[in-house]
């Protein structure tokens, strides 16, 4: 009865060795998905949270709404090339004004409110 035994451990180290392979298999592919869903949940909620940010208020003047007076214009300094050379290169510039007349940014909402509540006062 000894050679059954021997069948017996052959089937039963391979065996072991292929169950082994394939709960390691089945752990990373585990492993992967769940990691891909981490992503995935990530990625959701960065874009969530970008979505419940409220823009940056930048006119497109480039400039800040707080650069902008209440009547919308723009008082960020800027350089205002004065001379240029052959290739219309600014050669030299000098301070001057952003000459934005009206902020035309995204309003924050708190301003919004605010334009609402002295508008009904
Ligand atoms: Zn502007
Ligand atoms: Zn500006």
Redesign the pocket.
Known sequence: MGWVWVIAVLFWTGGFAWAADNIRTALRNRHERKMQLLEAEKQDRLAVEAAHKPPEPV?G???HLA??DKQGR?H?R?EVPTAWDENKKPLRYEAGQ?N?QRYVGPQPLSQVYADDLTDLA
Request: net charge neutral; glycine share 0%; with cysteine.
């Open positions: 006119c003047c480039t400039h650069k902008h723009c960020e800027v952003c934005c």
